[in-house]
């Protein structure tokens, strides 16, 4: 069995990164003189798969651009708009997003702030005219960094093939979210500093560590919701890293974060059922032994995969 994993763990293996979160962004504001005109920056990925989506305004603007660069992720296109009347009322259209790039748009009008998330399958969005008072985009970017980071999601399937027990299950995921929420915090008000390769390799780390946990003989952690704590303040730093790339709007900060952080909460709690039920089945038919091997094997060679390749990152 352990030959088998390993074979399909290799096929596997040299195919697989962690799908970083950088969704693109569409960020414009509203000239104070005129509130028909507006300055901003059309953000798209660097890595992408095809080419770079474009932004379609309504018919009542002309656009001018300026030339592309890059910056840090992303390349990034200065726009200014010039249009009859207001955006509000009009829809924004991006054509050509790949599958895995989504587009937060935000529009900052001189009274309010208009966020908005579009994806391949709804590419057209309409800017109200009322305003708009909570950041629900935020909360669709944490549900989706959860899903397409799939380091984190082996790190909370780890976590849970380490404990047993309702009561330690809700403990150890409490502890790993109020964690995260602090550092998540701490980081986008500038209060806390690291340089992103060095995060995202210690996250691999982490994976690695609960790898070698599933593999032992006794696989229950004495104290796993402290082991949960200190290991959610370092994926916090991870989760404010992927969030302030794309920019986040100064007024309305705190909304924005807390729909970001229940986004990823909601995430988190919906794959908690998968480990349970394969551990279920696996006690059920005798064959518990051969899953947590399996697991082990899977998810340390990921880990060690990623952490190999982001330390090799951080040297160039």
Known sequence: MKKISLFFLLIFVFNVYSHEFNPAHL??????????????????????????????????????????????????EDISLSCKESLKGSSIEIVNLSVLTDALITINFSEDVFEGLINVQQSKILIPSSEQYYPTSYLFLGISHLFEGLDHILFIFGLLFCISGLFNIIKTITAFTIAHSITLGLSIYGHITLPSGTIESLIALTIIFLALEIHKDKKELKSPWIMAFGFGLLHGLGFAGALGEIGISDDRMLLSLLFFNIGIELAQISLIPIPLIAIYIANKFKVSNYLYTLTSITIGGMGAFWFIDRVIGIVQ
């Not at 509130?35 to 009542?60: C, H, L």
């Not at 001018?64 to 840090?72: E, H, I, K, R």
């Open 27 to 76: 960020n414009l504001k509203q000239s104070l003189v005129d509130d028909s005109a507006y300055t901003g920056q059309w953000m798209y990925p660097v890595k992408n798969i095809g080419k770079r989506a474009t932004v379609v305004f309504p018919e009542i603007c002309s656009v001018s651009s300026g030339d592309l660069y890059v910056q840090g992720k992303y390349i990034v």
